[in-house]
């Protein structure tokens, strides 16, 4: 199995592969020319950091080439998961203090917390793997326990459930 990653987070990681490799990666090969140009390279600090932009940047190509040629992309709506949480779920949780919450569970390559987007890998993450709405999920953390509660488990974007109170 390869690295798990949601339709979105491929699209996304792409576009930022592509990006490098036709718009970063001849800048910088232009900005190495430009201040070898000036001279000495021993005291030439241009140099210098073009040359370490350009290892960044080739890392970066590295390490997408890797990822998104190992990827597996994972569609929860088209998995029977019963309302079970799975990677690529959307979960609305309420914490002890009643502050609602909207995350996505994602692949680690993938997550942004602070736009919702949390890695399955995480602890919440794991904790929510397998539960249902309404089930409660304790969290260790360095500051104590904190508890959730799940609202919420959507397969989509936009809930398509209709209201049935």
């Known amino acids: 199995m390869g690295t798990p990653i949601t339709q979105e987070g491929h699209t ?36 210098h950091s073009a040359k370490e932009k350009q290892g960044f940047i080739e890392a970066r190509i590295k390490l997408l080439d890797s990822l998104l040629s190992s990827a597996d992309i994972i569609d929860p709506a088209t998995i029977g998961a019963d309302g079970r949480c799975i990677f690529g779920s959307y979960v609305k949780l309420k914490n002890e203090d009643d502050k609602i919450v909207n995350y ?10 602070e736009n919702g987007l949390l890695s399955s890998t995480s602890p919440i993450g794991r904790a929510l793997i397998g539960k249902y709405a309404d089930d409660n999920i304790a969290i260790e953390t360095p500051g104590g326990t904190k508890e959730y509660e799940i609202l919420e488990i959507r397969y989509t974007a936009e809930s ?3 209201n049935t109170d």
């Open 104 to 113: 996505r569970l994602v692949g680690e390559f993938e997550s942004d917390v």
């Open 12 to 47: 996304q990681l792409s576009a930022e592969l592509d990006n490098l490799k036709s718009v970063e990666r001849p800048a910088i090969i232009e900005a190495i020319a430009a201040a070898r140009a000036h001279g000495d390279l021993k005291e030439n600090a241009e140099y």
């Open 160 to 162: 398509t459930a209709e």
